[in-house]
């Protein structure tokens, strides 16, 4: 089933667009963002030193995972959403480097929100 608004290749490009590549100046990381349920996926994200490559690939050597659903992660990149709450209720999975958890919302911009983030 397509999903025109919302499908994990539209949310990497989201993520490539608001990049925050001057924020990664010394860093080197692997994040997985594990996207659940209808339209799911796993957005790879490689930050190194100043750089972010974004795909849509297994990651099995992620640092960090964050498990949540299509609905949550929209909401996260449109700035409708708080993690922490989400990580409260249960609604947002965040394991392995926490240190580098904390981190990855400096790496992307929130300029625009992503279309139709109501759609779950």
Request: charged content about 25%; glycine content about 10%.
């Amino acid at each position: 089933m397509s999903h025109p608004q919302g499908s994990v290749d539209e949310m990497a490009a989201w993520l490539r667009k608001h990049a925050a590549t001057e924020a990664t100046l010394g860093e080197v990381a692997v994040f997985a963002f594990e996207i659940t349920g209808v339209g799911g996926g796993v957005i790879r994200a490689c930050v190194d030193d100043g750089a972010i490559d974004i795909d849509t690939v297994p990651a099995p050597e992620a640092d960090v995972r964050f498990r949540m659903s299509r609905k949550d992660c929209l909401g996260l990149m449109a700035g409708t959403e708080n993690a922490e709450l989400l990580a409260l209720e249960g609604r947002l999975e965040v394991s392995g480097d926490l240190s580098l958890a904390v981190k990855v919302r400096r790496f992307f911009r929130r300029a625009d929100p992503m279309p139709n983030v109501a759609a779950g």
